[in-house]
C-alpha cells in the first residue's frame, strides 16, 4: 500500500513537470490551473490502473500447484468507472498439492484455501469437502477426528450444485 502511494505521488510530480515544460515550451499559453489539474489527473490514473492489475499481479505470481477457482468483483458509488467495468477485489485459490483423501472415506477431501484480498493479509483455511454430499466443512477450532478419519463437530454447509470450492476439490484426484 505504501508503495502504491509512493508510486501516485511521483506520477502527480512527474505529470506536473511534464504540464511545466510544456507550459515553458508555448511561451506560457496554458492557464495556471493545467498544472495541479494535470497532477490530479496523473494520480487519479494511476489508482485507477493500480486498482485494476491488482488481481493479475497476484494470480500470475501464484506458485505452481495453486489456482483461483473464485473472485469477487466490486462496484462502489465513489468509484464511477466501476460500473462500467468491475474490478477483482478478492480471490480464492485452492492448493492442490494440499488435498487429501482418506481410503477409509473416499468421498471426502481435505484441502487448503488460501483467501487473497487488496490491502489485507493472505488468509488460510482448510476446509473438509464431502463430494457425496455436495457439502463443505470450514476445519475450524472444535472439529476432532475420530479413529476412521471421520470428523466430528463439524459445521457442514450444503453447497449449492456450481460451488467453486466443493467443483474444485472434488476435481482433483
Do not use: H
Amino acid at each position: 500500500m505504501f508503495l502504491e502511494l509512493i508510486g501516485t505521488i511521483f506520477a502527480g510530480i512527474a505529470m506536473a513537470g511534464v504540464v511545466l515544460i510544456v507550459n515553458k515550451v508555448s511561451g506560457g499559453r496554458l492557464p495556471k490551473w493545467a498544472t495541479p489539474v494535470g497532477a490530479g489527473l496523473a494520480m487519479i490514473a494511476t489508482t485507477i490502473s493500480s486498482e485494476y492489475s491488482w488481481y493479475s499481479r497476484n494470480s500470475t505470481t501464484l506458485p505452481e500447484g495453486m489456482a483461483v477457482i473464485q473472485t469477487v468483483e466490486n462496484r462502489s458509488f465513489y468509484r464511477p468507472w466501476t460500473y462500467i467495468k468491475p474490478y477483482t477485489e478478492r480471490f480464492v485459490a485452492l492448493d492442490s498439492a494440499s488435498v487429501q483423501t482418506n481410503a477409509s472415506l473416499p468421498d471426502q477431501r481435505l484441502a487448503d484455501l488460501y483467501f487473497f484480498a487488496r490491502w489485507s493479509a493472505v488468509e488460510k483455511l482448510s476446509v473438509l469437502v464431502d463430494c457425496a454430499g455436495n457439502r463443505r466443512a470450514a476445519l475450524m477450532d472444535g472439529v476432532n477426528f475420530d479413529a476412521e478419519g471421520g470428523v466430528q463437530n463439524a459445521d457442514w454447509v450444503v453447497a449449492p450444485d456450481d460451488d467453486p470450492v466443493v467443483d474444485a476439490v472434488c476435481e482433483v484426484s
